[in-house]
């Protein structure tokens, strides 16, 4: 194989990572969160225990990948004595499914290489990995050098496949994968090898990213290829990215009107998810975007999925004539 053709082949490697470009972002779009657990874009999240306090969103700034976004995460409230149950983390989870053919837990695990864009202070910071049962795991470190510091750099670490645990094929957590920017010594592990660690995400040379008011983090660019280099970030396309993303969070609509009755004399109707999803979703009602007549506007009162691709939805009562609207989010996240 010719060096020119094995570049090109390079190029259509499978990126396991979802919505690695950050331009997926259904539930925040470009609003500012503050709280652990949010998602500044579809399928990464961002966690935070400690004493300070911070910013995440989904910011415009081109990357050297040609992505329009990127995650930023911004200090400001500093804690600069890092705990024994301090943490902050970007995290991401991909689907057994998604990472099967990795081999993890088997004799033939295969090598892989996680490669990233990131902005931030100079220092030592680590990437943690674990199998859904959060007793496997492995730290890698990477630096920032002074000379990178606040700048795009891209950065790469390859990781042995681990050959032993259990690690789901399923529609399960396949491989959690979690960027540390504080890490007390409860989430601290030895680097450089697979261990029994769970909580381990970061080894002890950690940088405190949250001992200074105004640093920033950013993310961006994030690919996960099979084998010992990775290819060139390619932007995804945003319709298929956008689609994909669907199969863990999306938002619907549901309407009803005078004449749709179901059981029991209440409104109703029979909904169709746009993409079906990774599992029977959990439902939330965001707005109540129409009411009129004798609807409910604090509807729903129920909310029923019976498979991954179909609600069925009724309002509390039957009365009166007029037109209802909900906004609601369907979660099957990981």
Same mark, same amino acid.
């Given at each position: 194989m010719t060096r020119a053709l094995e570049r090109g082949l390079k190029q259509f490697q499978k990126n396991y990572i979802l919505n690695g470009g950050m331009q997926?972002?259904?539930?925040?779009?470009?609003?500012?969160?503050?709280?652990?657990?949010?998602?500044?874009?579809?399928?990464?999240?961002?966690?935070?225990?400690?004493?300070?306090?911070?910013?995440?969103?989904?910011?415009?700034?081109?990357?050297?990948?040609?992505?329009?976004?990127?995650?930023?995460?911004a200090v400001t409230t500093a804690d600069t004595s890092v705990g024994a149950t301090d943490l902050l983390v970007i995290e991401t989870r991909l689907e057994g499914s998604r990472t099967v053919d990795l081999r993890l837990g088997q004799s033939n695990a295969k090598k892989f290489t996680l490669q990233f864009g990131v902005k931030a202070p100079a220092g030592t910071?680590?990437?943690?990995?674990?199998?859904?049962?959060?007793?496997?795991?492995?730290?890698?470190?990477?630096?920032?050098?002074?000379?990178?510091?606040?700048?795009?750099?891209?950065?790469?670490?390859?990781?042995?496949?681990?050959?032993?645990?259990?690690?789901? %094929?399923?529609? /399960?957590?396949?491989?959690?994968? &979690?960027? $540390? =920017?504080? +890490?007390?010594?409860?989430f601290q592990a030895t680097p450089n090898a697979w261990g029994s660690n769970g909580t381990g995400l970061a080894s002890s040379s950690q940088f405190n990213f949250m001992g200074t008011v105004g640093n920033v983090f950013e993310l961006f660019d994030v690919?996960?290829?099979?084998?010992?280099?990775?290819?060139?970030?390619?932007?995804p396309d945003f319709a298929s990215e956008i689609g994909i993303c669907k199969r863990y969070w999306q938002k619907i609509t549901v309407g009803?009107?005078?004449?749709?009755?179901?059981?029991?004399?209440a409104y109703g109707?029979?909904?169709?998810?746009?993409?079906?999803?990774?599992?029977?979703?959990?439902?939330?009602?965001?707005?109540?975007?129409?009411?009129?007549?004798?609807?409910?506007?604090?509807?729903?009162a129920q909310a029923i999925t019976t498979n991954?691709?179909?609600?069925?939805?009724?309002?509390?009562? %039957?009365?009166? /004539?007029?037109?209802?609207?909900? &906004?609601? $989010? =369907?979660? +099957?996240?990981l």
């Amino acid at each position: 194989m010719t060096r020119a053709l094995e570049r090109g082949l390079k190029q259509f490697q499978k990126n396991y990572i979802l919505n690695g470009g950050m331009q997926v972002s259904q539930e925040n779009g470009s609003a500012v969160g503050t709280t652990s657990g949010g998602y500044p874009v579809d399928q990464f999240l961002v966690s935070n225990a400690d004493a300070g306090a911070i910013t995440w969103a989904q910011v415009a700034s081109l990357t050297p990948g040609g992505s329009p976004n990127r995650i930023r995460v911004a200090v400001t409230t500093a804690d600069t004595s890092v705990g024994a149950t301090d943490l902050l983390v970007i995290e991401t989870r991909l689907e057994g499914s998604r990472t099967v053919d990795l081999r993890l837990g088997q004799s033939n695990a295969k090598k892989f290489t996680l490669q990233f864009g990131v902005k931030a202070p100079a220092g030592t910071y680590c990437v943690g990995l674990r199998n859904a049962a959060a007793n496997r795991n492995f730290v890698a470190e990477y630096v920032i050098a002074a000379g990178e510091a606040n700048t795009d750099v891209i950065k790469s670490i390859v990781f042995d496949g681990d050959m032993s645990g259990v690690w789901l %094929a399923d529609s /399960n957590i396949g491989l959690m994968i &979690d960027w $540390s =920017l504080m +890490a007390g010594s409860n989430f601290q592990a030895t680097p450089n090898a697979w261990g029994s660690n769970g909580t381990g995400l970061a080894s002890s040379s950690q940088f405190n990213f949250m001992g200074t008011v105004g640093n920033v983090f950013e993310l961006f660019d994030v690919g996960l290829y099979e084998g010992t280099t990775a290819p060139a970030f390619q932007l995804p396309d945003f319709a298929s990215e956008i689609g994909i993303c669907k199969r863990y969070w999306q938002k619907i609509t549901v309407g009803l009107q005078n004449g749709s009755v179901v059981s029991g004399g209440a409104y109703g109707g029979l909904f169709n998810f746009p993409v079906a999803m990774r599992a029977v979703p959990t439902i939330a009602l965001i707005a109540n975007s129409i009411a009129g007549g004798g609807f409910p506007a604090t509807a729903p009162a129920q909310a029923i999925t019976t498979n991954y691709s179909t609600l069925a939805y009724k309002s509390a009562t %039957a009365s009166g /004539n007029g037109i209802w609207a909900d &906004d609601l $989010s =369907l979660n +099957a996240r990981l």
